[in-house]
Structures are given as structure tokens and as C-alpha cells.
């Protein structure tokens, strides 16, 4: 079982930034891919950044060179920086991490955190 704890989403005007967190309750070592989806409303839940097998990484070609992933292996916690935020930015942000089981694999979804990007 995995826990995602998320946080740093609110209110942001636009072209500004924000950084949002995701704690793992294990080590993220044990998990084979993790990162950040969203879903806006009205609309299907969509990949944003993930990191893949090893340290490659997946990111929405709607967020590519505004939002940044990275992790603290220590601190067992991946990080979605954004910048350069847009309006159509709003939306809640999940954590999700996939853990490859003998026969399947397991998803985990933290509870969200909204992201509004508004004058």
C-alpha cells in the first residue's frame, strides 16, 4: 500500500508560478512510475509530468518548458514546479504513483490539490 500525501496548489495570477509536493508513504525506490496528472473541470483526468522507469521522464506537451519534475529521493517526495501559468492551468492535481506487482500493476492516487490560475 502507498499513501500520497500532496500539497502547495491555490490561487495564482497568471504567469506566475507555484510548486506542488507529493510525499510517498514508502520509498520511492519501490515505485516504478510516479508524478502528476489533472483534471479540469468538465474534462478527463490527463497526464502532466511522471517519472518512468529509472530517472526518465514523461511531461504533456501542454506544460513542456513551463513545468518542471523532480524528486528528493531522501525525503521520499516528487515535485511539480510551474511556471508560467495559464488560466487554462486550472485544474485538480493528482499524485500518482504505479507499483508492478507479480501479476498487475497497483495505482495510487493522492486526494488532489487545486491549482486556480485567475486575475
Known amino acids: 500500500q502507498v499513501q500520497l500525501v500532496e500539497s502547495g496548489g491555490g490561487l495564482v495570477q497568471p504567469g506566475g508560478s507555484l510548486r506542488l509536493s507529493c510525499a510517498a508513504s514508502?520509498?520511492?525506490?519501490?515505485?516504478?512510475?510516479m508524478g502528476w496528472y489533472r483534471q479540469a473541470p468538465g474534462k478527463q483526468r490527463e497526464l502532466v509530468a511522471v517519472?518512468?522507469?529509472?530517472?526518465?521522464?514523461n511531461i504533456a506537451d501542454s506544460v513542456k518548458g513551463r513545468f518542471t519534475i523532480s524528486r528528493d529521493n531522501a525525503k521520499n517526495t516528487v515535485y511539480l514546479q510551474m511556471s508560467s501559468l495559464k488560466p487554462e492551468d486550472t485544474a485538480v492535481y493528482y499524485c500518482?504513483?504505479?507499483?508492478?506487482?507479480?501479476?498487475?500493476?497497483?495505482?495510487?492516487w493522492g486526494q488532489g490539490t487545486r491549482v486556480t490560475v485567475s486575475s
Open positions: 517519472f518512468t522507469s529509472g530517472s526518465s521522464t
Open positions: 500518482h504513483a504505479a507499483k508492478l506487482g507479480a501479476l498487475r500493476a497497483y495505482d495510487y
Open positions: 514508502v520509498s520511492i525506490f519501490s515505485i516504478n512510475a
